[in-house]
Every structure is written in C-alpha cells, then in structure tokens.
C-alpha cells in the first residue's frame, strides 16, 4: 500500500494499479485519496460495481465535488442499472426533482437487490416519501441476498426513521427465520427503544454482549426510562468489559 501511495504522490502510478487503490481507499474509507485518485479522471473506465460503491462512498461523506463527478461522467446503462444511487447522488447535490424522477424509476423495478433497496428507502426518506420508503424497508426484510451489512443498514434505517415498532416486528422474524448477529443487534436495538425491559434483560444475562457500541447503544436508546433494567445491565456491562471507554 506505501508504495502504491508513493507512486501515486509522484504521479508515476500506473494505471492497472488504480483500481486496487482505489478498492483499498474504499476499503479504509479514506475518503480524501479516493477525491484525490479521480480528480480529473474520466470514470467511464470505471466498472460500474466499483462505481457503485464510490458513490456510497461520496454519499455518505457529502463530498459534493465527487457527487458532481459522478452526475456528470456515470454512463447511460449505469444510471439505468443504479436508479436509487442515482437518486441520492441528486439529492446530494441539490437536484431533488430529478432524485424523484430517478426513485420512480427505482419503484418501478421488481428485481432490485438488497444493497439497491437500502438506497432507495434512503433517498425516499430524504425526500419525505414516508410511506413509500416504510414499504421499502418491509421489501429490505424479505429480500433474498439479505447479509449482515444490509442487516445492520436496515436496522440503522428504522431507527433514523423512529419506526422501530415496524422494525421491531422486522427483526423479531429475521431472529426467527434468518438468525445472524446483526440480527441479534438490531433487534436488541429495537426492543430497548421500544421499552420491551423483560425481554431484553433476558437476552442481555443469556448472551455474553461485549460489543461497545452495542452496549452503548442500549443504554441510549433504553432513555428516558424505557427500558430501565436492560440500560443498567447493559451500563455495567461496558463499564466492566471497556474500562477505557471514552468518558
């Protein structure tokens, strides 16, 4: 990695060593090499998975500039196969009739992945489509390629959107027919919101929980007195497992 950074410094990186930077930059959510490593560049000779994830990246970063980039260079048949990433790359730079012509054309779509859904409850949400995004995020639940960072996204979704009794129901049938960690998590993070104290006190003394944030998370989202019990345990719990923790 220090030699590829090194020759990109000097401006001798070759160009069959762009992609593997570029996927390590992705990698290490250094968003400031990855500005710096399609500055000027034509992203047409990008594959368009690879694109996808950049503009997640600019996305979640609000790095405007790239955002233009990628509005003014993505291809026809990319904008055709990524609608919802389109849709938030408009929102992003400030274009929200044109993110809402691109959703449409998102809704319209019945073979959308997991990945694909996330950003179009994304961009619905962002545009005060309420409904249309609640919907999505049942369709999320059920989708097929559902893995753990889509898990932990979705789970992110219906608590930004304080629709965690939706999200509650959510998890509880991911618990039941596709068991995972993330699952786990994002259920315990909805029951604490939701003031379910019993069950999750049970679950926190069943499970040795160490993750910090977890942890933390269920303190938060248990106040004001919500779930009272499980914040105490839970408080304990990180105070014993991370010392260290920031005050």
Same mark, same amino acid.
């Given at each position: 990695l220090q030699k590829l950074l090194e020759l990109e410094r000097r401006g001798e990186l070759p160009s069959?060593?762009? !992609?593997? #930077? *570029?996927? #390590? +930059? *992705?990698?290490?959510?250094?968003? $400031?090499?990855l500005e710096? *490593?399609?500055? =000027? /560049? $034509? *992203?047409?000779g990008i594959v368009d998975f690879r694109l996808a994830a950049i503009g997640d990246a600019a996305v979640?970063? &609000?790095?405007?500039?790239? #955002?233009?980039?990628?509005? @003014?260079?993505?291809?026809?048949?990319? &904008?055709?196969?990524y609608p919802a990433l389109m849709a938030e790359v408009l929102i992003g730079i400030g274009k929200p009739e044109e993110a809402r012509a691109e959703v449409a054309r998102?809704?319209?779509? $019945? =073979?959308l992945r997991a990945r694909q859904l996330i950003r179009l409850a994304r961009a619905e949400f962002r545009l005060g489509e309420d409904e249309a995004a609640a919907r999505t995020l049942e369709r999320i639940a059920m989708a097929r390629d559902l893995d753990e960072d889509a898990i932990r996204a979705l789970a992110g979704l219906y608590l930004s959107a304080e629709r965690t009794r939706a999200g509650l129901r959510a998890f509880e049938r991911l618990r039941r027919e596709r068991p995972s960690p993330a699952?786990?998590?994002?259920?315990? &993070?909805?029951a604490a919101r939701e003031g379910r104290d019993s069950e999750l006190l049970d679950w926190l003394q069943a499970n040795t929980?160490? $993750? &910090? =944030? %977890?942890?933390?998370?269920i303190v938060f989202l248990s106040q004001p007195? %919500?779930? !009272?019990?499980?914040?105490? @345990?839970? +408080?304990? /719990? #990180?105070y014993r497992e991370h010392p260290d923790r920031e005050a």
């Open positions: 069959l060593a762009v !992609p593997v #930077l *570029l996927d #390590l +930059a *992705l990698l290490a959510e250094a968003i $400031d090499l710096r *490593l399609l500055k =000027d /560049r $034509d *992203l047409t979640a970063w &609000r790095r405007n500039a790239l #955002l233009e980039q990628i509005h @003014a260079q993505a291809s026809e048949s990319f &904008r055709r196969g998102a809704q319209a779509k $019945d =073979d699952a786990e998590a994002g259920w315990a &993070r909805m929980v160490v $993750d &910090r =944030d %977890l942890l933390a998370d007195g %919500l779930a !009272p019990r499980s914040a105490l @345990a839970a +408080a304990e /719990r #990180l």
